[in-house]
Protein backbone atom coordinates (compact mmCIF):
# COMPACT_ATOMS: atom_id res chain seq x y z
CA UNK A 1 0.00 0.00 0.00
CA UNK A 2 1.95 3.05 -1.05
CA UNK A 3 -0.61 5.51 0.27
CA UNK A 4 -4.06 5.94 2.67
CA UNK A 5 -5.75 7.57 -0.40
CA UNK A 6 -5.53 5.04 -2.38
CA UNK A 7 -7.59 2.39 0.17
CA UNK A 8 -10.60 1.14 -2.43
CA UNK A 9 -12.34 -2.19 -1.72
CA UNK A 10 -9.83 -3.38 0.69
CA UNK A 11 -6.53 -2.74 2.30
CA UNK A 12 -4.00 -4.28 4.41
CA UNK A 13 -4.48 -4.63 7.79
CA UNK A 14 -0.98 -5.60 9.35
CA UNK A 15 1.54 -8.16 8.76
CA UNK A 16 2.09 -9.41 12.70
CA UNK A 17 4.25 -11.81 14.25
CA UNK A 18 2.61 -14.97 15.90
CA UNK A 19 6.18 -16.66 16.63
CA UNK A 20 5.96 -19.81 18.65
CA UNK A 21 8.23 -20.10 22.00
CA UNK A 22 7.94 -22.50 24.60
CA UNK A 23 7.39 -19.91 27.33
CA UNK A 24 4.14 -19.56 28.56
CA UNK A 25 1.97 -16.53 29.09
CA UNK A 26 3.05 -13.38 30.64
CA UNK A 27 2.05 -12.46 34.24
CA UNK A 28 0.66 -9.02 33.24
CA UNK A 29 0.47 -6.59 30.42
CA UNK A 30 1.87 -3.54 31.04
CA UNK A 31 0.14 -0.43 29.10
CA UNK A 32 1.56 2.82 27.51
CA UNK A 33 0.70 6.10 28.98
CA UNK A 34 -0.75 7.60 25.65
CA UNK A 35 -3.24 4.96 25.69
CA UNK A 36 -6.70 6.81 26.48
CA UNK A 37 -9.18 5.68 28.57
CA UNK A 38 -10.96 4.93 25.68
CA UNK A 39 -8.40 2.68 24.33
CA UNK A 40 -7.62 0.90 27.36
CA UNK A 41 -11.28 0.16 27.86
CA UNK A 42 -11.25 -1.57 24.08
CA UNK A 43 -8.10 -3.58 24.77
CA UNK A 44 -9.65 -4.79 27.66
CA UNK A 45 -13.18 -5.64 25.49
CA UNK A 46 -10.68 -7.33 23.08
CA UNK A 47 -9.32 -9.61 25.51
CA UNK A 48 -12.53 -10.63 27.12
CA UNK A 49 -14.14 -11.31 23.68
CA UNK A 50 -11.18 -13.83 22.98
CA UNK A 51 -12.12 -15.16 26.46
CA UNK A 52 -15.51 -15.72 25.89
CA UNK A 53 -15.30 -16.57 22.60
CA UNK A 54 -12.67 -19.66 23.32
CA UNK A 55 -14.21 -20.15 26.56
CA UNK A 56 -10.91 -20.04 28.08
CA UNK A 57 -9.88 -17.81 31.24
CA UNK A 58 -6.29 -18.79 30.58
CA UNK A 59 -6.63 -15.57 28.19
CA UNK A 60 -7.39 -13.16 31.13
CA UNK A 61 -4.24 -11.35 31.79
CA UNK A 62 -3.87 -8.65 33.78
CA UNK A 63 -3.10 -4.73 32.63
CA UNK A 64 -0.41 -2.35 34.53
CA UNK A 65 -1.38 1.11 32.91
CA UNK A 66 0.88 3.78 33.26
CA UNK A 67 4.02 1.90 31.21
CA UNK A 68 5.72 5.37 30.57
CA UNK A 69 7.13 4.26 27.23
CA UNK A 70 8.93 7.71 26.80
CA UNK A 71 12.00 5.88 28.77
CA UNK A 72 12.23 3.71 25.46
CA UNK A 73 10.31 4.36 22.67
CA UNK A 74 10.82 1.74 20.64
CA UNK A 75 11.89 -0.98 22.93
CA UNK A 76 9.17 -2.92 21.77
CA UNK A 77 11.86 -4.16 18.76
CA UNK A 78 13.63 -5.58 21.37
CA UNK A 79 11.12 -6.87 24.04
CA UNK A 80 11.88 -10.29 25.27
CA UNK A 81 9.08 -12.64 26.45
CA UNK A 82 8.69 -13.41 29.47
CA UNK A 83 6.41 -12.38 32.69
CA UNK A 84 5.90 -9.01 31.15
CA UNK A 85 4.30 -8.39 27.91
CA UNK A 86 3.79 -4.61 26.66
CA UNK A 87 1.55 -2.18 24.61
CA UNK A 88 2.88 0.79 22.64
CA UNK A 89 0.81 2.97 20.99
CA UNK A 90 2.87 4.65 18.43
CA UNK A 91 2.57 6.95 15.17
CA UNK A 92 4.66 6.73 12.21
CA UNK A 93 7.45 9.27 13.29
CA UNK A 94 8.17 6.53 16.05
CA UNK A 95 11.79 5.25 14.84
CA UNK A 96 11.11 1.38 15.24
CA UNK A 97 7.91 2.24 12.36
CA UNK A 98 10.39 1.72 9.93
CA UNK A 99 11.48 -1.38 11.23
CA UNK A 100 8.04 -3.27 11.95
CA UNK A 101 7.23 -1.58 8.22
CA UNK A 102 9.71 -3.56 6.83
CA UNK A 103 8.97 -6.58 8.11
CA UNK A 104 5.43 -6.11 7.39
CA UNK A 105 6.16 -4.97 3.81
CA UNK A 106 3.30 -2.16 4.40
CA UNK A 107 2.36 0.53 6.13
CA UNK A 108 0.03 -0.96 8.75
CA UNK A 109 -2.58 -0.29 12.36
CA UNK A 110 -0.92 -2.81 14.31
CA UNK A 111 1.59 -4.94 15.28
CA UNK A 112 2.30 -8.22 17.44
CA UNK A 113 4.41 -10.84 18.75
CA UNK A 114 2.71 -13.93 20.51
CA UNK A 115 2.71 -12.77 24.44
CA UNK A 116 5.66 -10.15 24.15
CA UNK A 117 4.21 -7.16 22.57
CA UNK A 118 1.51 -5.06 20.60
CA UNK A 119 2.13 -2.16 19.02
CA UNK A 120 -0.94 0.68 17.89
CA UNK A 121 -0.07 2.81 15.06
CA UNK A 122 -2.66 5.79 16.29
CA UNK A 123 -2.00 8.08 12.83
CA UNK A 124 -2.67 5.06 10.63
CA UNK A 125 -5.91 4.23 12.23
CA UNK A 126 -6.96 7.98 11.85
CA UNK A 127 -6.09 7.91 8.27
CA UNK A 128 -8.33 4.73 7.64
CA UNK A 129 -11.34 6.77 9.73
CA UNK A 130 -10.68 9.47 7.15
CA UNK A 131 -10.81 7.39 4.68
CA UNK A 132 -14.14 6.08 5.82
CA UNK A 133 -12.48 2.61 5.77
CA UNK A 134 -14.18 2.56 9.34
CA UNK A 135 -16.88 4.93 10.43
CA UNK A 136 -15.13 5.88 13.75
CA UNK A 137 -11.78 5.73 15.15
CA UNK A 138 -13.87 3.57 18.45
CA UNK A 139 -14.79 1.51 15.65
CA UNK A 140 -11.57 1.19 14.27
CA UNK A 141 -9.29 1.23 17.27
CA UNK A 142 -11.74 -1.96 18.44
CA UNK A 143 -11.15 -4.08 15.30
CA UNK A 144 -7.13 -3.58 15.36
CA UNK A 145 -7.09 -4.86 18.78
CA UNK A 146 -9.00 -7.62 18.60
CA UNK A 147 -7.13 -8.86 15.56
CA UNK A 148 -3.97 -7.70 17.45
CA UNK A 149 -5.06 -10.43 20.40
CA UNK A 150 -5.37 -13.14 18.22
CA UNK A 151 -1.59 -12.63 16.79
CA UNK A 152 -0.73 -12.19 20.46
CA UNK A 153 -2.91 -15.15 22.28
CA UNK A 154 -0.41 -17.41 19.11
CA UNK A 155 -2.96 -17.09 16.09
CA UNK A 156 -0.23 -17.60 12.85
CA UNK A 157 -1.17 -16.21 10.14
CA UNK A 158 -4.30 -14.86 8.45
CA UNK A 159 -7.36 -15.97 7.10
CA UNK A 160 -8.82 -15.56 3.62
CA UNK A 161 -12.72 -14.84 4.73
CA UNK A 162 -13.54 -11.38 4.76
CA UNK A 163 -15.62 -11.72 7.91
CA UNK A 164 -12.98 -13.01 9.97
CA UNK A 165 -11.68 -10.70 12.54
CA UNK A 166 -8.24 -11.90 11.67
CA UNK A 167 -8.47 -11.38 7.52
CA UNK A 168 -5.34 -9.99 6.34
CA UNK A 169 -7.64 -7.44 4.86
CA UNK A 170 -9.94 -4.80 5.70
CA UNK A 171 -13.17 -5.02 3.63
CA UNK A 172 -14.66 -1.73 3.83
CA UNK A 173 -18.16 -2.41 5.07
CA UNK A 174 -17.98 -5.72 6.45
CA UNK A 175 -18.19 -6.23 9.10
CA UNK A 176 -16.30 -9.22 10.84
CA UNK A 177 -16.25 -11.49 14.46
CA UNK A 178 -14.50 -14.14 15.74
CA UNK A 179 -16.25 -16.60 13.00
CA UNK A 180 -16.72 -20.65 13.18
CA UNK A 181 -13.88 -20.37 10.52
CA UNK A 182 -11.46 -18.07 13.01
CA UNK A 183 -12.65 -20.08 16.06
CA UNK A 184 -11.82 -23.19 14.42
CA UNK A 185 -8.11 -22.91 13.25
CA UNK A 186 -7.81 -20.96 16.72
CA UNK A 187 -8.66 -23.83 18.62
CA UNK A 188 -6.41 -26.38 16.40
CA UNK A 189 -3.56 -24.06 17.99
CA UNK A 190 -4.33 -23.12 21.18
CA UNK A 191 -6.34 -25.07 23.96
CA UNK A 192 -10.00 -24.08 24.32
CA UNK A 193 -12.67 -24.80 26.72
CA UNK A 194 -16.06 -26.69 25.81
CA UNK A 195 -17.86 -23.91 25.89
CA UNK A 196 -16.34 -22.27 22.59
CA UNK A 197 -18.72 -20.25 20.73
CA UNK A 198 -18.19 -17.70 17.82
CA UNK A 199 -18.93 -14.11 19.24
CA UNK A 200 -20.64 -12.74 15.66
CA UNK A 201 -24.05 -10.87 16.26
CA UNK A 202 -25.20 -10.57 12.64
CA UNK A 203 -25.93 -13.15 10.01
CA UNK A 204 -23.48 -14.11 7.49
CA UNK A 205 -25.12 -14.75 4.14
CA UNK A 206 -23.44 -17.14 2.08
Not at 83 to 95: D, F, L, R
Request: glycine share 8%; with cysteine.
Amino acid sequence: MSGLTKIVNSVPIVSALAITACQGRPDKILVDYKCSPLEINLITKAMDEWSEATDSSELDIPFSLGFNSDEDPYGFLTWERGSEAVIYKIETTNPGYPVLKERAGADFLGSSKEFTYMVFVEDNIQGYVENEVFKNYEEAFYGIALHEFGHFLGFEGHLSSPHSIMAGQIYAGVETCIDEETLEYYCDLQECGPNKHPTCKYNIEE
